[in-house]
């Protein structure tokens, strides 16, 4: 790992593609502005409706969204992480009429090439407490696989996760082992849940697995028809369990250093992962 720049992009997002693709576009150029090589948006970045509306107009998001992408990365020169949108499942790979998808997240690497593509393997199928049923699985079909760790350029060994995936440290653990130095977690967690247990667990996984963890979040209220409101603190953990960085319930861009010197000091410091008999 060499020490670089990442910025995370907090926004709220709502059921209007365009309007969402523009926001986030007028934030890639201030990350860009303020020397950003990683740029990471959050789950549900380019649409945030209601199920409905997602199957109904699946083509035209998957799309563009992919689209959106592979240009905006080339032209700022960066790595872009798309953290979650909806991509048409293999059976059905037109995306016309559709009953499901996969909640997917794509890295664009800076010549405008998808480099790293994950399909969230937990599906959220909760009652948090907020005064919404969440029934992921009604409309998205789950990942089968972890996703690979991959080079992110010459600057670290890097791997993401979805959301609810982030209860379940076994797959963390597994990018660990596969040599993951940062960890990216892209969300749209419950106020609820985020309250309760958001902080503690983005610390949990990054001081298990000796890693930073990189988190962009969705926040605020995002539509009338879905109710859907979101806890936002977007956050940068390192190695040692430290937040490095954080923004609380505003839209807006979070830009952090990432020093390779505190990964290496980490690991020497407790060498945990050499440790492990599973």
């Known amino acids: 790992m060499q020490n670089f720049r990442t910025a995370l992009i907090q926004i709220t ?102 480099i790293l593509r ?46 609810y995936d982030i209860r379940f440290p076994e797959v963390f653990r597994i990018a660990s082992r596969n040599g993951a130095e940062v960890i990216c977690l892209p969300a749209a967690f419950t106020i609820p849940t985020g309250q309760a247990h958001w902080e503690v667990l983005l610390r949990a996984r990054a001081i298990e697995n000796f890693c930073y963890i990189i988190a962009p979040a969705q926040v605020g209220v995002h539509d009338e028809k879905s109710k859907r409101k979101t806890y936002g603190h977007s956050m940068v953990v390192n190695p040692w369990g430290e937040i490095i960085g954080e923004l609380e319930t505003e839209e807006g861009v979070l830009v952090v250093d990432l020093d390779a010197k505190v990964l290496e000091e980490s690991r020497a410091r407790i060498p945990a992962l050499k440790h492990r008999r599973l």
């Open 13 to 114: 997002s709502s059921n209007h593609l365009q309007e969402n693709l523009t926001k986030i576009e007028n934030f890639l150029k201030e990350a860009k502005s303020k020397g950003a090589q990683l740029v990471c948006l959050p789950e549900n970045f380019s649409f945030f409706g209601t199920e409905k509306e997602k199957l109904a107009n699946l083509k035209e998001i998957s799309e563009k969204t992919q689209n959106f992408l592979s240009e905006e990365s080339k032209k700022h020169g960066i790595f872009l992480l798309g953290g979650g949108y909806p991509f048409p499942t293999q059976a059905n790979p037109s995306g016309q009429n559709p009953d499901t998808c996969y909640n997917q997240a794509s890295i664009y690497n800076p010549d405008g090439k998808e």
């Open 118 to 163: 994950y399909r969230k393997m937990h599906l959220f199928d909760t009652d948090p407490g907020d005064g919404v049923s969440y029934q992921e699985s009604k409309t998205v079909t789950a990942g089968e696989s972890t996703p690979d760790v991959v080079g992110i350029g010459d600057l670290c060994r890097l791997t993401t996760f979805i959301c």
